[in-house]
């Protein structure tokens, strides 16, 4: 155990200790920060989700020179532990993990301890500060211009163990609120809190819930915090931003989608008053009897389903008085037969009355879900012209790989949905939904759909052995259904799009989306005995089809960025981003065409000359780069080496004259702790 002479005080008092005084937010914040200004005051650059700035000092003339302006470490890189005297302990990560688990041998799953190099957080920068939180959910704000550290505050979320997530200690950003006067910082915890902190301080927000923090499991059925059985547990974490309207703080939440029991925690959607903590309002996106949609839950599903939230971003016009929330799928993912029905509003886009929390409108782009297809990311608003109309449009990308566009304040499609018909199931006990809604504009943005004819051929030899490959799998267009032998299914369970969203540019309508070719092998089976489950049948994994040398299974492209222009529905651009695939050394004698697969899940940048996207590869030593896109054409422009893999992704901020792009990475060596990168020119 440590001694007292390991002792510290608190880390943000030591550290606000050292800082001169932070700036007051000036004159020109009374209305609010705004790319326009230069900074970046949301994940998503605006309530938008637009991931767009104005700002044109770096350009295609001079991307190629920009240089590393300063490197910051994680805040994990510096943790604190209350000892059993009620003491602060300062060390870093390592440390303070080995002595939990020493501790506690039991602390986490598996045994593994937080991944502090998880580090996917997009900083925000207001008045000169950048601010965002790491994988075990300690928060930090840096000089923008310096990358000096202003505060720390460490919730120690992870003395609690384990988050019960199938993705776990991640942290993709915080949320900044002012009045004008008072600033504060927001963010959600693995353990289930929303925390607010003074913004020039690191305090806590007095007066905000309990000490600056509200327990967000507080009142959810079936909650129970502290669990480690993952298959079982009934437990809440945040992993991505809280979401700032008004005077509301809006939380997303990750709720287990892996389990053995058919009881889970419902994902409600609540808003919080930004200055007290206390409930404003609840959307119960599982309905009860007598409210809307409850009928698409047959024998009485609603009342033990659970899961159905938003755990990625949202986005908000403040005009229009509307918060647009992305849902997810129903627990268990993979296996409906105990939730017949529809299952509203899973896998949903929701239209959500900002002051009263009641539903505007929705639309379900999966209905039953069977296969993860979670809406992944924020849905973009833009204002777009179709048939010489103007319309103010929202447009969702999905992991299916599917823009859905509808006008944002009426919820009428921009162009027609169709109801297709899909393969049914023949798992006992399941009904998988008969038909499912597609866009008919724009076409499809990734690959759709697993058959014979989409496996790899670069040659007659390559072929052949992706089509002995499969055999054994179940093969078939998209939404073909989970099966006992196993069924692959293109897009996978990760998507074609994700978490990092699509970009769109307020001047021309179009719309960037980057994508992976990804597949996964979906198979279910009858619970095993000591699981005492009450599902008919579980997710059980199968391995996937497997190639020599790492060949692909499938045609390339493996990763792409697509140009879609909204006004019109078309494509105009798609170009492989990378040549991963293209390197491996049975594939590099024939002399491929770039196939992609140089990419993270790093999200896309838009300036006003730039579309911004980072590679793991083909920098000047083959290492990661940030790259930049002509807009128009997707022709690559130029590159910039980077220190590490982008894990987080960019923005762009302009300090004193001088613009910035600011991410996170994660560079090589196994004792590497990930850093928050600026670039700026010479």
Known sequence: M????????????????????????SAQHASGPSTARGEWPTYGGDLAGSKYSPLDQIHAGNFGQLRVAWRARTPDAVLTMTLSNGAEWTAGAREIFAELNRLNPKRWRDGQPPFVSNFKATPLMVGGTLYLNSPSSVAAAYDARTGAVRWLYNPKSYEAGTTTMTARWNQRGVAYWTDGSEERIFWGTGDGYLVAVDARTGRPSTGFGVNGRVDL???LPRARRGERDYLNA???????????????????????????????????????DVRTGRVRWTFRTIPAPGEFGVETWAEDSWAYSGKVTVWSMFSADEELGLLYAPTNTVAPDYYGGHRPGDNLFAESILAIDVKTGRRVWHFQTVHHGLWDYDNPAAPNLLDITVGGKRIKALAQI???????????????????IEERPVPPSDVPGERAAPTQPFPTRPAPFEYQGATIDDLVDFTPEIRAMAVKAVQGYRLGPLFTP??????????????GGN??????DPETGMMYVPSHQGWSVVRVAPPEPELKSNLRYVQRPRPGPTMPGGLPLFKPPYSRMTGIDMNTGEHVWMVPT????????????????????????SGPLLTKTLLVYALTAGGRSDGPRLVAYDKRTGRELASVDLPGVAVGTPMTYLLDD?????????????????????????
């Open 217 to 219: 499991m507080q009142g």
């Open 658 to 682: 001088t613009q910035y792009i600011a991410l996170t990475v994660r560079p090589q060596g196994a004792d590497a702790l990930p850093e928050l990168v600026a670039l700026s020119l010479p």
């Open 482 to 495: 989970p099966s006992i032998e196993g069924t692959i299914q293109r897009p996978g369970t990760s998507g």
């Open 578 to 601: 990378g040549n991963g695939v293209g390197r491996l050394p049975l594939l590099e004698p024939l002399d491929l065409p770039p196939l992609g697969g140089d990419t993270t899940l």
């Open 499 to 504: 978490w990092s969203g699509a970009a769109v």
């Open 398 to 416: 999905t992991k299916q790989g599917f823009v859905y566009t509808f006008d944002r304040a009426t919820g009428a499609p921009v162009w027609p």
């Open 2 to 25: 440590p001694n007292d002479s390991r002792r510290s005080t608190p880390v943000w008092m030591a550290l606000t200790a050292m800082v001169v005084g932070v700036v007051a937010l």
């Open 234 to 272: 009934l437990t809440y974490s945040v992993q991505s931003p809280p979401f700032v309207v008004g005077d509301l703080v809006v939380t997303p939440a990750s709720i287990s989608s892996l389990v053995s029991k058919k009881e889970q925690i419902p994902g409600w959607i609540r808003a919080f």
